[in-house]
């Protein structure tokens, strides 16, 4: 990374979220009582007087787990403190120091890099010498005393933080990221996906069902192309989520959508579209990003059904289902084989591409003037549609402006109609096209 990273860490339950909430002035982490909330390594770009870093949350260590699910939490910590910067060792101050803290500052004490004790919960910043003093046998010199939920003495924790930072030399000004949200019901492959495209276990995997808690954001370069992939939540029912967690999980996946370009909504192919599926492209839909439909598993059909005429016959099954989505594109791929990931990432570029694509006003009129010859705008009561003139008003997602002479004549299949010369005419694959109708000489 460019940028210096900074990673917190801690036994569980010691407030490693609601600082890295705190420090990053956002929401992103699920903060719960609950031990084991986070999971996986979770990443955020903060600046502090002008310095901009990477701050990472990270799950609570168990030193001495059996459980397979914990021992993967604290390999997914071990990594961040490995990739890290500088450390903030977080502990409780109203517990004092824990056997969890012992063995974790063992750990720590192997490390290069340097370290911040930070003493949480410690809300009377005049009773910090009392309650910090017994963290001086942990062997990392003066503790810095805070209380994250209130805020006290963040300021200067961040201060302690950037005068840690190497030296960096100045980088050129970069692409804006693009940024893809991956999502879908539980256990479709999600996590694992990334995993696949990263080449390393980024994120944690489990054939547990809701392993994936927070929305997790992690930085790739296709073909010269920044992205981030966000992986998410799996989004079920409404009248099956119960639990707090799980419910602040599902909120931070619909975020992810609204703040993605393109979102890849990956489904089981012996499953198919399900009627979930089809409520998350809703979603997905009326947020206006570009949309792919990732078919995961296609390794598990029989090989003499494997053929091309099978994934036509797959593809017009699901457009039969959402024919109100036919610009939505669909690929195959199987995570397990690693088959079909260069195909998603391509047509995720492309997606973006034309989620940002921009047409002159000149190629726009033409283009509409040439579908109302083909076509005649429909006449309602004997007074027909016309369409003066046409302007793109915006991209990502693309909305042209109409002005017509009387707009309650545009009806929906015109509409429809106009949209499909405009994908002939210039592509916009797998991104929606709006349009908002203006009647001449009528006040907005």
């Known amino acids: 990374m460019d940028k210096p990273v900074v990673a917190i860490v801690g036994r569980p339950n010691v407030g490693k979220s609601t600082l890295f909430n705190r420090l990053s002035s956002t929401r992103q982490a699920i903060v719960h009582p609950t031990p084991g909330v986070t ?49 903030v060792f977080l502990c409780d101050g109203k517990d004092g120091v824990a ?28 009773r910090d010498a ?20 209130h ?17 960096r030399e100045e980088t050129m000004e970069k692409k804006p990221q693009i940024a893809v949200a991956v999502v879908g019901k ?23 069902a809701g392993t994936t808690r927070d929305a997790i954001d992690t930085n790739i370069i296709w073909n010269g192309q920044e992205f981030v992939l966000i992986d998410t939540a799996g989004i ?12 602040s999980s599902v909120l931070r996946a619909l975020d992810a959508v609204e703040r993605s370009v393109v979102s890849v909504l990956m489904i089981d192919c012996n499953e198919g579209l399900t009627e979930q599926d089809q409520k998350i492209l809703s979603k997905i839909e009326v947020r206006g990003c570009g949309c792919i439909i990732a078919v995961n598993k296609w390794d598990l059909r029989p090989l003499e059904e494997e053929t091309e005429d099978l ?36 047509l995720v570029e492309k997606t973006a591409q034309e989620h940002g694509r921009w047409l002159s006003t000149g190629r726009l009129n033409r283009a509409i003037e040439k579908a109302c010859e083909d076509i005649h705008p429909p006449a309602i009561n004997g007074k027909q549609l016309k369409i ?29 109609y106009l949209m499909k010369r405009l994908r002939e005419e210039f592509g916009f694959e797998g991104v929606p096209i709006k349009f908002t109708v203006k009647q001449r000489g009528k006040k907005k």
């Open 39 to 87: 999971r996986d390594r979770n990443y955020i770009d903060v600046s502090w007087s002008g310095i901009d870093f990477v701050l990472v949350d990270t799950g609570g260590i168990e030193v001495n787990a059996d459980d397979p699910l914990l021992q993967r939490i604290r390999y997914q910590a071990e990594v961040a403190i490995k990739e890290a910067d500088v450390i």
């Open 99 to 126: 056997a969890q803290d012992v063995e974790i500052s063992h750990i720590l004490h192997k490390t290069s890099q340097p370290i911040l004790l930070v003493i949480n919960k410690v809300d009377n910043m005049l």
């Open 130 to 149: 009392e309650l910090t003093s017994e963290f001086y046998r942990l062997g990392m010199g003066n503790p810095i005393a805070i209380s994250s939920i």
């Open 151 to 167: 805020g006290l003495n963040i300021n200067d924790l961040l201060d302690g933080i950037i005068g840690h930072f190497p030296q």
């Open 186 to 208: 539980p256990n479709v492959g999600k996590s694992s996906l990334i995993n696949i495209i990263l080449g390393e276990e980024r994120l944690l995997v489990h054939d547990v």
């Open 236 to 247: 079920r029912k409404k009248a099956k989520i119960k639990e707090d967690v799980e419910k």
């Open 311 to 346: 994934r036509e016959k797959y593809i017009a099954f699901i457009q039969k289902q959402i024919p109100y989505l036919g610009y939505v594109r669909i690929v195959f791929i199987s995570v397990l084989k690693k088959q079909g990931i260069t195909r998603l990432l391509n």
């Open 388 to 416: 003066y003139y046409a302007t793109q008003v915006k991209a990502s997602p693309p909305i042209f402006a109409l002005f017509v002479n009387q707009s309650t004549l545009f009806t929906d299949a015109y509409s429809r």
